[in-house]
């Protein structure tokens, strides 16, 4: 590669400096102060990634929703329950779902939850005193007759199912004597995905068909620290020849299309224009 003849080396984005048409942190559009014009066999990099982790294990609107079916002699009664959007460990996510039932169902009826969390598994068991218990799968979701009073749409669960890993087909029947058990996966985003519908060559495939990456970040911090990303190969880049940039849109997203919820903070990145002499 060499730098040959660019408009401009390097451009530093910083979503606190985002157009105030910009939905959010994790959604904004940046203006160039001017039109920068690239010529042919131009490529970017995107470098110096700085994302701070500041969304919660349960979001709202994004994975809050718990579907719980009882069944006493075949006949199903199901319930939807809303988890508060925070940051969780195992106990206090076995707390909030505990709370949730009680207070939906069974305030004052001796047909009580029993909610319970192994620290050595990293496991939360649930199961109900004179039910067969389940939460139901997004397939059983999307396929089975719902019985609930609360509709939902089934092409937006919103479902907690992926922080219990309870992502197979079927799920699993609880009864009092074998209460059933979820392995937890407190750690919903595990990559983000940088995109852009006006900078991108659209010369890459998500998990989901999507043609606009122009970046994967890997998350390799906790709640409260903060994720970086580098240039990892001299092949990393995207063409760009004969683009005109002027004012450039940016999408923060899970691998689900779900913005990330950055909760006011900012990401910044680096765009490294280049030429690809190969």
């Not at 490529?43 to 990634?49: G, K, L, P, R, T």
């Not at 900078?199 to 999507?210: D, K, L, M, Y």
Request: hydrophobic share 30%; charged share 15%.
């Amino acid at each position: 590669m060499a730098s040959g003849d660019l408009p401009i080396k390097k451009i530093y984005i910083d979503s606190k400096f985002r157009r105030k048409d910009s939905v959010s942190s994790s959604n904004f559009k940046i203006d160039l102060p001017y039109t920068l014009k690239l010529g042919e066999n131009t490529v970017f990099y995107v470098d110096d990634v700085c994302v701070p982790h500041t969304w919660h294990t349960v979001e709202q609107n994004i994975n809050d929703k718990l579907y719980l079916r009882l069944t006493l002699n075949n006949a199903h009664t199901d319930y939807l329950f809303t988890l508060r959007s925070q940051t969780y460990n195992g106990s206090q996510l076995a707390s909030e779902i505990d709370t949730q039932i009680k207070t939906g169902i069974f305030v004052g009826n001796a047909l009580v939850p029993t909610v319970s969390y192994n620290s050595q598994n990293e496991t939360i068991s649930l199961s109900v005193t004179g039910f067969d218990c389940k939460i139901l799968t997004d397939y059983e979701l999307k396929t089975l007759t719902w019985g609930g009073t609360i509709p939902y749409n089934i092409n937006d669960l919103q479902s907690v199912n992926e922080l219990l890993s309870n992502n197979e087909n079927t799920s699993t029947t609880g009864t009092v004597a074998t209460p059933v058990e979820f392995y937890l996966n407190l750690q919903p985003v595990r990559n983000i995905y940088l995109r852009s519908p006006n900078i991108s060559s659209f010369s890459t495939i998500g998990c989901n068909g999507e043609s606009s990456i122009i970046k994967k970040i890997p998350v390799t911090n906790n709640y409260g620290g903060m994720i970086y990303s580098t240039v990892t190969s001299g092949s990393d880049y995207l063409d760009c020849s004969k683009q005109t940039w002027k004012t450039l849109e940016f999408h923060l997203l899970d691998v689900n299309s779900n913005y990330i919820n950055l909760h006011g903070s900012n990401v910044s990145f680096s765009l490294v224009l280049d030429k690809d002499l190969n």
